[in-house]
């Protein structure tokens, strides 16, 4: 099997959802977790903090330094994922499909072969 990682994306400066549409995105991101989990694909999921509140690790003439994130700038950020594993790509695409259904714009990446053990 393999994994993959399924990445939600949010733009920033789109405008915020209204707590009904929250609850709406929470309540069908729960219904695909415990149907992954049910199914086997479920690794790994969780939903991550605003940009503004990462810590960028550098090594600079070694020496490690710290900065406030994010560490590209960008419009686009990742607000939560999912780790999954998939007999393959097509498998983890219709999971992507239903993360994007009830959350936006979903990212699918596999691992590489070295992660796979």
């Not at 915020?16 to 609850?23: G, I, K, L, V």
């Not at 992954?36 to 690794?43: C, E, I, K, L, P």
Request: include cysteine; proline fraction near 6%.
């Amino acid at each position: 099997m393999q994994q993959y990682l399924l990445s939600v994306h949010v733009v920033e400066g789109a405008p915020d959802p209204s707590d009904e549409e929250m609850e709406i995105v929470f309540r069908e991101t729960g219904r695909i977790n415990d149907e992954m989990q049910a199914t086997g694909a479920w690794v790994f999921g969780g939903g991550l903090r605003p940009p503004d509140s990462a810590t960028v690790v550098r090594i600079e003439n070694g020496a490690t330094t710290m900065s406030d994130g994010p560490f590209a700038e960008t419009k686009e950020h990742i607000a939560g994922f999912w780790v999954i594993k998939c007999a393959d790509l097509d498998e983890a695409l219709a999971w992507a499909g239903k993360c994007a259904a009830a959350c936006g714009p979903v990212e699918v990446r596999p691992f590489d072969d070295l992660s796979q053990a």
